[in-house]
């Protein structure tokens, strides 16, 4: 057998870590980086995969580094893709009202606070799109009392 070496040297360095695969596993690469025979032996079985990811490394441009978060829990997008203050105002004073509602009251900009919010869902009148019909009505009643008998379990 080939790896018989190898697998002499695995078995040393699990006798020598006394059964800790960890410590086997540390003992075993040391040696392998101070014996090419054993690293050549543990390592032949994936030098297709290995120099294969040397060459995408190879053709793949030079990415640049990538600059710290400015803040934890903020996003990584670019500062062109952030909206502006009067666009955040304006896209938050919207909430909540229907998209025809074309007789809301303007955005302030920065000079005022934006408009404030009805809700954060938007309501669909019954006869609109066909959705919130008389059968979608008495399917939600139907879900409500059963999650309602269920709690009461």
Aim: glycine content about 10%; overall charge positive; hydrophobic content about 40%.
């Amino acid at each position: 057998m080939a790896n018989s070496y190898v697998d002499g040297k695995v078995r040393d360095a699990l006798v020598a870590a006394k059964g800790s695969r960890a410590t086997a596993q540390k003992l075993l690469m040391a040696w392998a980086a101070e014996d090419p025979q054993l690293l050549l032996g543990i390592s032949q079985p994936f030098l297709k995969a290995i120099a294969a990811a040397a060459i995408e490394r190879g053709v793949r441009p030079s990415a640049p580094s990538r600059p710290a978060p400015s803040a934890p829990g903020r996003s990584r997008g670019s500062a062109d893709s952030a909206l502006s203050k009067e666009a955040l105002a304006d896209v938050l004073s919207r909430l909540g009202r229907d998209p025809g509602d074309d007789d809301a009251p303007p955005t302030r900009g920065r000079a005022g606070s934006p408009a404030p919010v009805k809700s954060a869902t938007m309501v669909v009148p019954a006869g609109k799109g066909g959705q919130g019909g008389v059968t979608h009505e008495k399917a939600m009643m139907t879900l409500a009392k059963a999650f309602v008998a269920k709690k009461m379990r």
